[in-house]
């Protein structure tokens, strides 16, 4: 069974600063990474992936994560965060079966103080 | 422009009834998803799609029917709904070459 684990629930930040949202997972096989953002009262929206290759990928808006296989990590960071970036981030995992099944985290509601 | 369209946007309904919730996708995308959304839980699968006629069973599927007459169309379909099942509930579609998805906007189901 694959979990997938974000450690904080809540975050909150100055606008300017940086931050890093957290997430762990369990699996042993080949997977894919991928972030999603959720501002309030909207669907999800796909942020950036990972399968293989340079582990640290960008994504839209300054965003970037890092898989690191040793920590079965993936965690996102941003370099400066604006008030818009407020928002409920959810990590998602894929096993690579083919299917395409994502199982995702509980979610970190970002939090950014103008 | 392509997308994934939910309806309704939000439902009220009483317990017993049945409930359907409509899923349309211009990505032409084959898999298709039924999530539901709590508080504490994050997204959980409900039922998925890998094309027209497929249904399959996720993590949480009972109490839910699923079906995919088309390409396009995914419907959820709760033949006797509880108070249990309020939550919102987001469609999603995906390319099965690819693992990025994309969201419908979700429908805020509430059983009274």
């Known amino acids: 069974t694959q979990t997938v684990s974000q450690s904080d629930a809540h975050v909150t930040v100055f606008e300017g600063d940086s931050v890093e949202l957290r997430c762990n997972y369990s699996?042993?096989?080949?997977?894919?990474l991928s972030w999603y953002i959720q501002h309030h009262g909207r669907g999800l929206q796909f942020l950036l992936k990972?399968?293989?290759?340079?582990?640290v990928v960008q994504g839209v808006n300054g965003f970037e994560a890092e898989f690191s296989k040793s920590d079965s990590s993936f965690h996102l960071r941003k370099a400066s965060v604006h008030w818009s970036d407020s928002a409920v981030y959810f990590c998602a995992v894929s096993p690579n079966t083919g299917y395409q099944n994502f199982y995702f985290g509980k979610g970190t509601s970002l939090t950014v103080i103008p | 422009e392509a997308a994934v369209t939910q309806s309704p946007r939000n439902k009220v309904a009483v317990t017993g009834g049945k409930v359907t919730l409509s899923c349309n996708q211009t990505?032409?995308?084959?898999?298709m998803y039924w999530y539901r959304q709590d508080t504490g839980h994050g997204l959980r699968l409900i039922h998925y799609s890998y094309g027209a006629g497929s249904t399959e069973k996720g993590d949480i599927p009972d109490g839910y029917k699923a079906s995919r007459p088309s390409q396009e169309n995914f419907s959820l379909i709760l033949e006797l709904a509880t108070p249990s099942q309020t939550s919102v509930y987001f469609c999603a579609s995906g390319d099965a070459g690819g693992f990025d998805y994309t969201f419908g906007s979700g429908t805020r189901l509430l059983v009274i």
């Open positions: 990972y399968y293989s290759g340079n582990p």
């Open positions: 699996y042993g096989g080949s997977i894919y």
């Open positions: 990505n032409n995308h084959n898999n």
